[in-house]
C-alpha cells in the first residue's frame, strides 16, 4: 500500500504533468443579443376598440358573506385592475366562506374571471355547481383586460383599507401567482413569460402625483418574481436615452379564459344565461349558497355606491407571431399577445380613468396611443 505522503506527492506530480499537455482553453464567447423583431404599431393594424369598466372600491374587494333569509351570500368582487392576477387568491378565500356550511349544491354569480375561477375551486371540491350570468366568458370585461400581471393595480386607497389590508392582500397575491405558473406551458399558451421594456427619455418628464392615494404594495411580493436590471445601449435596438428590462408574466386572456371554461364543464360544471334584475331575483335560485362575482355589475345587482368605475380602453392589432414582448414609454403600455397586440394609454398616473363609466371606444385616444410609441420604430 502507497503511504499517504507518496500518493499524495504522485497524485500532484500526475495531474501538474497533466495539465501542462492539456491545450489552453477559453470559455466559448456569448453571442451578441439576438435583434428584437419590430412591431408594426400603426392604424392599418387595428382590428378592434374595446372598453372596459373595472370595478374598483377604495377600502378594497369584497370578501364576505351575507344573509338574505335562509341564503348564504358570499361576495367576491370589486378587485379593480387586478382582477386576473389575484383571482386564485380570492377564489380559495371566497370557496373556503361557502363551504362552511356543508352546503349540497352552490351558485355563483357571474362568469368573469373571478366567477369562473371560484366556480372551479368549488367545483373541484365535488360539490354541485352552476355557474349563472347574463354574460359568458368572453362577453365579459374581464375579457377586455389587458392581460399583465399586476396584482396592486388600483386595488385600494391607502386612506380607506384596514390595518390588516396588505397581509391579506399578500397572500392573496403569492396563492394567484403560484397557480397562474402552473398554466406555463400549457396548450395554448394560458400563461406566459415575456420580455418587458420600461422606456425612458431624457429630460424625463416629471411625474404628475394622483389625486387618489391609490395603495403601491408590489414590493412585498417583488421575491416572486424574476429580476429587472438596467438594459444598456447595444443591448436593445430602442432610441432612448434609458431602458429597464426583465421577464414577466402575462395571461392570454382568449386563451385562459377557454381553458377555465373548460376545465369547469369537464369537472361537471353547469353553466346557465340567467339577468339578475335584483338582489331579489339572486336569492330566488334553489342553491342554498350563493357566491356573488358580478364585478362592476355588483354596484346596480347590489346597489353598492362604494363601486367606481375605473375605464380601460384598449386598441387591438393584429397579432404579430415574430415579437412577443411588452414595453411602456410615455404614458403608453404595449403587449404582444398571442390574440393581439395590445396598445393602452394609461395615463400620467392611476387617476386616469377614475371615475369614467363610459364604454364607448374613442378614437382619437387611439390616435394618441399610437403616436407616442411610433417614434420607437421609425427606423
Not at 380570492?90 to 371560484?118: D, Q, Y
Not at 394609461?346 to 387611439?366: A, C, F, K, L, Q
Request: hydrophobic share 40%; net charge positive; proline share 8%.
Amino acid at each position: 500500500m502507497l503511504s499517504r505522503r507518496l500518493f499524495l506527492a504522485s497524485g500532484a506530480g500526475a495531474m501538474a504533468s497533466g495539465c501542462a499537455l492539456l491545450p489552453e482553453r477559453r470559455a466559448p464567447a456569448f453571442a451578441k443579443p439576438a435583434p428584437i423583431a419590430a412591431l408594426k404599431l400603426t392604424a392599418d393594424q387595428l382590428i378592434r376598440i374595446t372598453v372596459c369598466t373595472r370595478p374598483f372600491r377604495p377600502s378594497g374587494p369584497r370578501l364576505e358573506t351575507e344573509k338574505i333569509g335562509d341564503k348564504l351570500i358570499v361576495h367576491n368582487y370589486g378587485h379593480g385592475g387586478s382582477g386576473w392576477s389575484l383571482s386564485w387568491g380570492c377564489a380559495e378565500e371566497a370557496t373556503a366562506l361557502a363551504l362552511a356550511p356543508a352546503p349540497h349544491s352552490i351558485a355563483v354569480i357571474g362568469a368573469g374571471v373571478m366567477g369562473l375561477t371560484t366556480a372551479l375551486r368549488l367545483v373541484e371540491t365535488g360539490v354541485p355547481v352552476t355557474i349563472y350570468a347574463k354574460e359568458f366568458p368572453m362577453e365579459t370585461r374581464s375579457a377586455k383586460a389587458t392581460g399583465a400581471w399586476s396584482p396592486s393595480s388600483r386595488i385600494g386607497l391607502a386612506s380607506a383599507v384596514d390595518s390588516g389590508f396588505a397581509g391579506r392582500w399578500e397572500r392573496w397575491a403569492r396563492a394567484s401567482y403560484a397557480a397562474h405558473l402552473r398554466y406555463v406551458g400549457a396548450v395554448g399558451e394560458p400563461v406566459e413569460f415575456s420580455p418587458q421594456y420600461a422606456l425612458f427619455d431624457e429630460p424625463r418628464t416629471p411625474s404628475t402625483p394622483p389625486e387618489h392615494d391609490f395603495l403601491r404594495l408590489g414590493r412585498r411580493v417583488r421575491d416572486m418574481t424574476p429580476r429587472w436590471g438596467e438594459a444598456p445601449p447595444g443591448t436593445h435596438p430602442f432610441p432612448v436615452a434609458r431602458a429597464r428590462t426583465g421577464e414577466t408574466m402575462s395571461f392570454n386572456v382568449a386563451t385562459y379564459a377557454d381553458r377555465l371554461t373548460r376545465d369547469f364543464l369537464l369537472r361537471g360544471g353547469r353553466m346557465a344565461r340567467r339577468h339578475f334584475p335584483d338582489r331579489a331575483a339572486v336569492a330566488a335560485l334553489p342553491e342554498p349558497v350563493i357566491v356573488n362575482c358580478s364585478g362592476y355589475g355588483a354596484k346596480a345587482l347590489w346597489e353598492d355606491d362604494s363601486l367606481a368605475p375605473v375605464r380601460g380602453q384598449i386598441n387591438w392589432l393584429a397579432p404579430q407571431r415574430t415579437a412577443r414582448y411588452k414595453l411602456y414609454y410615455r404614458n403608453v403600455s404595449v403587449l404582444s399577445r398571442r390574440d393581439g397586440v395590445v396598445v393602452q394609454y394609461v395615463g400620467p398616473n392611476d387617476d386616469w380613468g377614475y371615475g369614467d363609466d363610459s364604454e364607448t371606444p374613442d378614437r382619437e385616444e387611439m390616435e394618441m396611443a399610437l403616436a407616442a410609441v411610433a417614434p420607437l420604430f421609425e427606423s
